[in-house]
Nanobody, 123 residues
Framework: VQLQASGGGLVHAGDSLTLTCTAY????????LGWFRQAPGKEREFVST????????YYADSVKGRFTVSRDNDKNTGYLQMNSLVPDDTAIYYC?????????????????WGPGTLVTVSS
């Protein structure tokens, strides 16, 4: 499956933004969907993941309570709703997909990656 994240942009602290991950190809509904981000000079870090049916979600502590992950398998699309954004949320955001893995919080837990979308939060 090929993925494309979109919806990034420049926002102010406290604003909200929704990222979209569009999947092209088959088997999207069979895959766990993960969101990661990478800030300048830092390693790629886990943000959130949602299982293929959407019944289980996980969040990094840094975004818990502010971000919400969801998916619409009929539309081959995933979403990351981001509220109360802070400057530390500034990063390139990536979506990734793959079979369920106990390594869901690590990049190696995913099979497919798409180009990221830049989110910049100004103070």
């Amino acid at each position: 499956v090929q993925l494309q994240a979109s919806g990034g942009g420049l926002v102010h602290a406290g604003d909200s933004l929704t990222l979209t991950c569009t999947a092209y190809g088959r088997f999207f509904s069979s895959y766990t969907l993960g969101w990661f981000r990478q800030a300048p000079g830092k390693e790629r870090e886990f943000v959130s993941t949602i299982t293929r049916s959407g019944d289980t979600v996980y969040y990094a502590d840094s975004v818990k309570g502010r971000f919400t992950v969801s998916r619409d398998n009929d539309k081959n699309t995933g979403y990351l709703q981001m509220n109360s954004l802070v400057p530390d949320d500034t990063a390139i955001y990536y979506c990734a997909a793959g079979p369920w893995s106990r390594f869901y919080a690590l990049p190696r837990g995913y099979k497919s990656w798409g180009p990221g979308t830049l989110v910049t939060v100004s103070s």
